[in-house]
C-alpha cells in the first residue's frame, strides 16, 4: 500500500532531481549575456531553477498534514499495486529483451507469457495470437511500410 | 467575403474520392482509439505520424484530423454505453450519458451526443473559417517580441485557467521546456542537456514523450481499476435517431452556451476536457431542471458534449494562425505539420492556401463522415469492449514500443517511452497536468528562440516587452493570469480566515 503522501514526495523529489542535474548541465553552456546574445545555458537554467524551486514548493505541500492530501490517504491499494506490476514489469522484461531477441520474438514472446502464464487463455490460444502479433508487425513494417524493426543479436548470431 | 471564396476552393481539395477515403479511414481508426481504453487522441495521432511522412501535407493532415475527430466520437460512445470513458474529454459524458442508456433509451443517448457533438464541432469550424484569416493577418506584423509575448499569454493561461494545481502546472511547464532543450541548440549550435548520453544529441521527439505519457501512463491508471465492461444494448434503432435529433433544437439555448464555452477554452490553451467539465457544471447551475442532472438528462449530455468537440475543433484556430497549439491532440499535430516541413503560424495562410483551407474544408465534411460512420459502427466497436483487458493491454504496449522505436530506429526511444509511461502514471495519480507538459516540448524551442532574438534586437533589456501597446497589453495579461491563482487564494482566506480553503479531491480535475 503506498501513501498519497509517500507519492508526492516520491514525484516531489523526481521532479526536483531533474531540475537539478537540468541546473548543473545547463552551466556547462554558460549562462547569461555575452557577444552572441543570451548565452545557450540560459534558458534552460532558468526552467532548471523553476523545476527545483516547483519541486521544493510540492514537496513542503505533501509534508504538510493538508486537507487535500488527508482525504484521500490511500493513493494505491496493495491490489492495485500487484495489477500495476503484473503490467509494467513484464513490458519492463519485453524492452530490455528487444536487443538481443528481436522485436519480433521479443514480442511473441511477451505476449505469449502475459496471456498464459496467468491463466488467462490457454496455452493452444496464447500461442496462436503470439504468432499472429509477430506476423502483423512483419507485414505492417517490413513489407508494408518498409520500416525495419530490429532483429536482435541472437537473429544476428543465426545469421538473418 | 474572400474567405468563403477560399472555403469554396478547399472543398475542392477536401472532396475528392482519395481525401474522403482518408477521412472514412481516420475517422474509423479514430473511433478505435477512443474505444481503447489506454489509447488516446493524443497518441493516436502520434502513432499514426510516422506513416503520414511520404504523404502530401494535405493528405497527412486529413487523415490526422479525421482521426482526432473519430476518436472524440469513439470516447463518447463508451462512455455512453459501458461508463468507461474512452478519452479523458468524455468523462462528464458518463455523468447523465450513462444512465439514460441504462433506462432502456441508449439510442437516444447515443444520438443525442452525436447531435450536440456536431453542432458544437462546426461552429468550431465556422470560427476558424472567418477568424483565423483574420487572426493570420494581424499575426503576421509580429516581431519576436509579440511572439514571445503570445507565447507567454498562453502558456499562462494554463497555469491560471488549466484547472490543476498552478504550481503543479508550472512544474510540467517547466519540465517541457527543459526536454524541448535537449539536443543542439538552434542558436547557437552547442549541445545542451545531454547529460553524458551521445545519443541524446538529436533531441528528444515529442511523439515518444506523447506514447509513453498517454499510452503506457493511461493503460497502468486503466489497468488499475478492474472494470467488467458490461453494456447496455448497443442496436441502434434508426427512427429514434432523427428524433432524438429533432428534439436538439429545443434545448438551443443549451447548445449555444456550451459551444461559446468550449470554443473560448479550445482557442485559449483550455482543452476539451476542462471545456466539458466546464460546460456541464454551469449547465447544471443554470438548468431549471439542474437537480435532475446526474440521473439522464438531455442537457446533461448536451452540454459536456458540445463543449467538447467546439473545443477540440477550434483549437486548431491558434496553431493554424498563430503556431500555438489549444490541446495536446492539436500539439502533436502541429509537431506533424513542422516534420512535413511547413511552418505553423500566419505564413500558412500566404504561402500554403490549399494546405489550409483544405484542411478547413475537410473539418466540415470530416465531422458528417464522423457522425455517419459512428452511428453505423456502434455495434462493432461496442464488441470489441468485450475483449478482455489482460488481451488488449500487451497489444497497445507493443504498439508503443514498436511506434517510438519507429520515430527514428532509435532503441533508446523505446527505453524513454517507457520511463515516460512511468512519469505519466504518476502525473495523472496525482493531478499534474499533461497537456502542458506536451506543448512546452512541442513548442519550447520557437518560445525560447523569439526571446533569444528579442534580447538580441533589444541588445539585453527586456524593456522591449513593454516597447508597444500590444506587446505591452499580452504581456500584462499573461503576468496577470500567472497571478490569479495566487490572487483567489488569498481573496479566499481573507473572506474566511478561520477556516483555510478546502479542496475537495472531487475538484481535482485531470486536464489533458
Known amino acids: 500500500m503506498i501513501s498519497r503522501r509517500a507519492l508526492e514526495l516520491a514525484t516531489a523529489v523526481l521532479t526536483g532531481s531533474f531540475g537539478v542535474a537540468v541546473v548543473v548541465s545547463s552551466l556547462d553552456n554558460g549562462i547569461g549575456w555575452s557577444s552572441a546574445g543570451v548565452d545557450a545555458g540560459t534558458f534552460p537554467f532558468l526552467t532548471g531553477i523553476v523545476i527545483v524551486v516547483g519541486s521544493l514548493v510540492n514537496l513542503v505541500r505533501g509534508v504538510l498534514p493538508a486537507v487535500t492530501l488527508a482525504s484521500v490517504p490511500t493513493a494505491i491499494t496493495s491490489i492495485e499495486l500487484r495489477r500495476l506490476a503484473g503490467l509494467l514489469v513484464p513490458a519492463a522484461i519485453f524492452v530490455a529483451a528487444i536487443p538481443l531477441a528481436g522485436m519480433y520474438v521479443a514480442s511473441a514472446l511477451y505476449v505469449l507469457a502475459v496471456l498464459a502464464i496467468p491463466r488467462h487463455q490457454s496455452v493452444p490460444r496464447a500461442l496462436v495470437m503470439a504468432g499472429a502479433t509477430a506476423l502483423a508487425l512483419y507485414v505492417v513494417f517490413e513489407r508494408m511500410f518498409q520500416v525495419s524493426l530490429p532483429h536482435g543479436a541472437l537473429a544476428a548470431a543465426l545469421g538473418f | ?512
Open chain 2, 1 to 512: 467575403m474572400d474567405n468563403l471564396a477560399d472555403l469554396l476552393h478547399g472543398f475542392s481539395i477536401a472532396v475528392t474520392m482519395p481525401h474522403l477515403a482518408l477521412m472514412a479511414v481516420g475517422v474509423l481508426l479514430g473511433i478505435l482509439v477512443g474505444v481503447l481504453p489506454g489509447l488516446g487522441a493524443p497518441n493516436g495521432v502520434s502513432l499514426l505520424l510516422p506513416l503520414t511522412f511520404g504523404m502530401q501535407p494535405v493528405s497527412a493532415i486529413i487523415l490526422l484530423s479525421s482521426m482526432y475527430w473519430g476518436a472524440l466520437f469513439g470516447g463518447s460512445v463508451t462512455s455512453i454505453l459501458f461508463n468507461i470513458p474512452g478519452e479523458p474529454s468524455s468523462v462528464a459524458t458518463t455523468f447523465d450519458g450513462y444512465p439514460m442508456a441504462r433506462d432502456g433509451r441508449p439510442t437516444t443517448a447515443l444520438a443525442t451526443a452525436f447531435g450536440s457533438a456536431a453542432f458544437g464541432a462546426l461552429i468550431g469550424v465556422i470560427l476558424i473559417t472567418f477568424l483565423a484569416s483574420w487572426v493570420a493577418q494581424v499575426a503576421l506584423a509580429f516581431g519576436p517580441p509579440e511572439y514571445f509575448a503570445v507565447y507567454f499569454l498562453a502558456f499562462a493561461s494554463f497555469v491560471g485557467m488549466g484547472g490543476a494545481a498552478p504550481i503543479k502546472t508550472v512544474v510540467a511547464l517547466a519540465i517541457g521546456f527543459a526536454i524541448a532543450a535537449i539536443g543542439i541548440d538552434t542558436v547557437s549550435g552547442s549541445v545542451r542537456l545531454t547529460m553524458g548520453v551521445d545519443e541524446l544529441v538529436k533531441g528528444v521527439s515529442f511523439v515518444v514523450a506523447v506514447m509513453g505519457l498517454f499510452g503506457i501512463g493511461e493503460l497502468l491508471v486503466a489497468v488499475e481499476e478492474e472494470f467488467h465492461a458490461r453494456a447496455v444494448s448497443s442496436k441502434i434503432d434508426w427512427r429514434e435517431v432523427f428524433r432524438a435529433v429533432g428534439r436538439l433544437p429545443r434545448h438551443g439555448v443549451a447548445l449555444l452556451r456550451s459551444a461559446a464555452i468550449g470554443c473560448w477554452m479550445g482557442i485559449t490553451p483550455g482543452g476539451p476536457t476542462a471545456a466539458s467539465f466546464m460546460s456541464y457544471g454551469i449547465a447544471r447551475r443554470f438548468s431549471r431542471r439542474g437537480r435532475l442532472f446526474g440521473t439522464g438528462e438531455i442537457e446533461g449530455i448536451i452540454s459536456p458534449e458540445t463543449a467538447d468537440h467546439a473545443a477540440g475543433t477550434s483549437a486548431l484556430l491558434p496553431m493554424l494562425s498563430l503556431g500555438i497549439p489549444g490541446s495536446a491532440t492539436a500539439a502533436v499535430m502541429m509537431g506533424g505539420l513542422m516534420i512535413w516541413g511547413l511552418n505553423p503560424g500566419p505564413m500558412l495562410f500566404v504561402d500554403q492556401k490549399d494546405f489550409v483551407w483544405g484542411l478547413i474544408a475537410s473539418m466540415y465534411v470530416g465531422n458528417i463522415v464522423a457522425v455517419a460512420l459512428v452511428l453505423l459502427t456502434v455495434p462493432v466497436f461496442a464488441a470489441l469492449m468485450r475483449i478482455p483487458f489482460v488481451v488488449i493491454a500487451p497489444l497497445i504496449v507493443i504498439i508503443c514500443v514498436v511506434g517510438a522505436y519507429s520515430v527514428s530506429n532509435s532503441y533508446l526511444d523505446v527505453v524513454m517511452m517507457l520511463g515516460f509511461g512511468v512519469v505519466g502514471y504518476l502525473f495523472k495519480k496525482l493531478f499534474y497536468p499533461l497537456a502542458p507538459l506536451v506543448l512546452a516540448i512541442v513548442i519550447g524551442d520557437k518560445a525560447e528562440d523569439a526571446f533569444r532574438q528579442s534580447m538580441l534586437l533589444s541588445k539585453g533589456s527586456l524593456g522591449i516587452f513593454f516597447a508597444n501597446k500590444l506587446v505591452t497589453c499580452l504581456i500584462v495579461g499573461g503576468i496577470a493570469l500567472l497571478l490569479l491563482p495566487l490572487v483567489l487564494q488569498l481573496a479566499r482566506l481573507w473572506r474566511k480566515p478561520a477556516s483555510p480553503a478546502i479542496d475537495t479531491p472531487a475538484q481535482e480535475k485531470v486536464i489533458i
